[in-house]
């Protein structure tokens, strides 16, 4: 949600957080501005819309000269996207100016206050209340303002700050929402997220809840929330810095798409070892595995669905008890977490507002938490007991793919690592478990080079108003990622359902002409889907199916199917999940959507 960059250093500022901006577009946003001290003054430009527009309203940055400067791409809370809610956002004096990514609970009775003081509004936003909160504060020292602040505010904010009476100094400021600083022989930096900075520095710095960096254009210096100085390592970034980039392909979802075969090589294979599954990082002896009495699985979004699946798997294969929770949720409801539970977040970002509280909710109550996530140094990844990356590099696309499929991954490695432990898996079946995870990326590359065939088809269904998903099992599950993965990013309406709920009211939905894609690669309920598209089909429905090779008897009921290779009914959605993440894919561009960067979503959302 939202992206801040900001330079202070020897470049001209105002490209450089063009430049960076462009890199965080796929956070999601509907405006963009910028505020760079000119020598004099402090100039800010801003304007509802894509980052282009901001690039030709400043010309690319030229009609903005100065090396100090931050920048903003909003995603609306208060106040509705426009050119005044958009950020930056100064004091009534122009003297200070606040990018701000995060939402401030308490913001409604803290302007009031500013109000009786003779403070005067612009905006409709609780950001520009920070930026005359600083303002009432600051009497000369940045530092002791803005501390003074972070004691008043409520909610969730990153902030970059400038102040035109110490032009050589930026200050971040982070609770709950993500910011990193970085440097190099040039300048510092701040950023929301690292592929904005990687083509200035890899080594980045990760910054706490509750402090404060004061950047200068030769180094900077960390705070906490009492002005106590402090010390911080860096994080060296690893990320191929053509890993942020399209390399030729049309968009960011197609490219990420394509690498899920290295994706999954890279989660599985370095954890495979003597026929064996190691998992380091997990921190549990056996004994303590064979003491889990129960898993909950929180999540979000896509990580979601994985985290349905693994519910199937571990319970079939290690035969722990799992409850899966909608992140949300399990914060507000009072989970009952009882001695031997041991508790799974997963996040793509390691920044998803509703998991992270998840986590500290877990760990209040005593309990562990395995944190699966994909950014090195991000806010799960750093306040988990244990960690386990799915190494899946970066993945800019709003709608995720690659880092659905190594998520996966990762649960089917503890799903059987329990497994064998608890002595629920043979050797023998383990054995063949591992030898089909192994043959997983070369399947999913014969997949994806079919492409073509499921493009002809997704180009049928352009003008689809309703579609519906049914699967039963581990097909249910891949079917809830394969409605969500049409809905964002085509914005047709989408449902999955698992299938023997169909006679329970969804099956009054279905008219004349109505697609259904039905699932059904899991042979000991594929005569009972079968029936259920016999159903649907019956009633007009026009019935696409993918399912396993060799289930043949399929085409009696479907109007079109997709097969897929024979793996472990296990890892079917490693599989299944490809076609349909293309079908979606392709009904987004014939529709001539925004693919990488849907309506009203954000990549990370870092506030609930």
Known sequence: ?????????????APVILEGLSKL????????????????????KKSVGRLKVLEELTHGGATMPGNVGIGHTRWATHGAPSDVNSHPHY??????????????????????????????????????????????????????????????????????????????????????????????????????????????TRKVYFI?????????????HFYTVDEEEITKEPVTIDWDADAAEKGGYEHFMLKEM????????????????????????LGM?????????????????????????????????????????VASEFRYRKPILEEGTMVVVISQSGETADTLAALRESQKLGHKVLGIVNVVGSSIAREA???????????????????????????????????????????????DMLESLKKLPSQIEMLLSNKERIQRFANRYVGAKDVFFIGRGIDYAISMEGSLKLKEISYIHSEAYAAGELKHGTISLIEEGT?????????ALFQKTLSNMVEVKARGAFVLAVTNEGNTDIEKAADYVIYIPKTHPYFTNSLAIIPLQLFGYYVAVGKGCDVDKPRNLAKSVTVE
């Not at 303590?288 to 349905?308: D, L, N, R």
């Open 25 to 44: 577009e796929y956070r999601g946003y509907d405006s963009a501005g910028m505020a760079v001290f000119n020598g004099e003054t402090i100039q800010i």
């Open 208 to 220: 706490e809840n509750q402090e404060v960096v004061r950047l200068r254009a030769d180094h900077m």
């Open 515 to 523: 697609l259904v894609a039905a699932v059904a690669t899991q042979d």
């Open 385 to 431: 007991d244990n960690v386990m990356y799915t190494w899946a590099g970066p993945e800019i696309a709003v709608a995720t793919t690659k880092a659905y499929s190594a998520q996966l991954i990762a649960l089917y490695l503890l799903a059987m690592k329990f497994g064998k432990v608890r002595g629920q898996i043979d050797d023998a079946t383990f054995i």
């Open 91 to 200: 004091n009534a004096s122009e003297t200070i100016a606040v990018v701000h990514n995060g939402i401030i609970e308490n913001y409604l009775p803290l302007k009031e206050k500013l109000v009786s003081k003779g403070y005067q509004f612009v905006s409709d936003t609780d950001t520009e209340v920070l930026a005359h909160l600083i303002d009432y504060y600051y009497k000369g020292n940045p530092l002791e303002a803005i501390t003074k602040v972070m004691h008043r505010v409520q909610g969730s904010y990153a902030l970059g700050i400038m102040f035109a009476e110490h032009p050589d100094q930026i200050f971040a400021v982070r609770k709950d929402s993500p910011l990193i600083v970085g440097q190099n022989e040039d300048g510092c930096f701040i950023a929301s997220d690292v592929p904005a900075i990687l083509k200035y």
């Open 285 to 325: 002896s056996d004994d303590e595995i064979k003491a889990i009495k129960k898993i909950f699985i929180v999540a979000c979004g896509s990580a979601y669905h994985t985290g349905v699946t693994a519910k199937y798997i571990i319970e079939g294969a290690a035969r722990i008890p799992v409850e899966v929770d």
């Open 258 to 281: 394509y690498e899920q075969p290295k994706t999954v090589t890279d989660t599985l294979m370095p954890r495979i070892k003597d026929n064996d599954i190691v998992i380091e990082e």
């Open 1 to 13: 949600m939202c992206g801040i960059v900001g330079y202070i250093g020897k470049q001209a500022a």
